[in-house]
């Protein structure tokens, strides 16, 4: 069964820095497009960044320059690279997988990690 499982959430001071993964099994995952999302309490979930099959990149404007995304296709990964977090990146930090079929799309989610950045 397809799963994302993504890890390295806590609990960080303003200005630091965390690396979040997100572990794909049981999907061909070169071929998905992968994106981070973040919901904080009573807000909806929104995109924070993406990166296509073919590595383009897109960003949130709230966190360009502050965050990257990559993958490692060879160990099925995507990773977000956050620096200079601030209070207002406090959410839970979801990985998201789709691929667009000839009919429909194929789209999963992980179960989140939480990401709490003090002041």
């Known amino acids: 069964q397809a799963q994302l499982v993504e890890s390295g959430g806590g609990l960080v001071q303003a200005g630091g820095s965390l690396r979040l993964s997100c572990a794909a099994s049981?999907?061909?995952?070169?071929?998905?497009?992968m994106e981070w999302y973040r919901q904080a309490p009573g807000n909806q979930r929104d995109l924070v960044a993406a990166?296509?099959?073919?590595?383009?990149?897109n960003f949130a404007d709230s966190v360009k320059g502050r965050f990257t995304i990559s993958r490692d296709n060879a160990k099925n990964m995507v990773y977000l690279q956050m620096y200079s977090l601030k209070p207002e990146d406090t959410a839970v930090y979801y990985c998201?997988?789709?691929?667009?079929?000839?009919?429909?799309?194929?789209?999963?989610w992980g179960q989140g990690t939480q990401v709490t950045v003090s002041s």
């Open positions: 998201k997988g789709h691929r667009r079929l000839a009919v429909g799309e194929l789209v999963y």
């Open positions: 049981q999907i061909t995952f070169h071929a998905y497009d």
């Open positions: 990166i296509t099959s073919g590595e383009i990149t």
